[in-house]
């Protein structure tokens, strides 16, 4: 069974290479097309969606909490899991609306699952809406769900070498964060290569170093999501 999709070796062996590339093709084309209408409706909002993904583990609903609960602005989230409402009634608790989305065996979200979750949720205009996906390195870059920007979230207990084995979860973002800093002098974590390998896959990103617990980093993470380019 691949851990990432669900499929099984047997589905692997038996299906045409020429078939799977077109199907994947047709998947992604669909998505890709509910995706810029949940774009469009977004921006016609006011609202400002942030794609947040990281593997399991490494802080997000955490920095969302302290987020929101620091913010002066209106913020609501999607949850996004295989399973459970814990990370909803984590949010819920800070006051900001939210809306968990289970995928089942699913390993990401897609554009429909955030179409959905958008008529429910119905976020304020001017507000920044959190989408916060399934904890996964591999498929949630291949998905454009309608975002504006994308944040990938790193904690530093992980180690350094995860930008050169997803590739492409870090290509697609627009904001590294490393996570748990404060945890740094407990683990064997080399910060510059880290970095430099993140250099090496996205020269354009935009690297900070937090500590969702602490503090540490914290007001440039709150500058970023500020910035007047948001759009």
């Known amino acids: 069974m691949c851990d990432t999709c669900g499929c099984s070796d047997a589905d692997v062996r038996i299906t045409d290479h020429a ?13 890709d097309e509910l995706a810029s209408h949940n774009r469009a409706h977004l921006r016609e909002g006011g609202v400002f969606a942030i794609n947040l993904m990281s593997s399991p583990g490494a802080g997000k609903t955490t920095l969302l909490e302290r987020t929101i609960r620091d913010s002066g602005g209106p913020c609501a989230v999607i949850e996004g899991d295989q399973e459970t409402l814990l990370d909803a009634e984590r949010i819920k608790a800070t006051g900001a609306p939210v809306v968990q989305i289970n995928t089942g065996a699913g390993c990401h979200l897609d554009a429909a699952m955030l179409h959905r979750a958008l008529h429910s949720l119905s976020p304020a205009h001017g507000s920044t809406l959190f989408i916060e996906n399934v904890g996964n390195l591999v498929c949630p870059a291949l998905f454009d769900l309608g975002e504006a920007a994308r944040v990938v979230v790193l904690s530093v207990t992980e180690g350094p070498g995860k930008p050169l084995k997803y590739p492409h979860m870090f290509a697609a973002t627009d904001l590294v964060l490393l996570n748990k800093v404060d945890l740094l002098p407990y683990v064997d974590f080399d910060v510059a290569e880290f970095e430099r390998d993140v250099r090496r ?31």
């Open 19 to 31: 078939q799977t590339v077109v199907m994947e093709q047709d998947i992604l084309a669909k998505n």
């Open 201 to 231: 896959v996205n020269p354009s990103a935009t690297l900070l170093q937090v500590s969702a617990t602490r503090g540490d980093g914290l007001t440039e993470w709150y500058d970023w999501l500020r910035r007047p380019d948001r759009s």
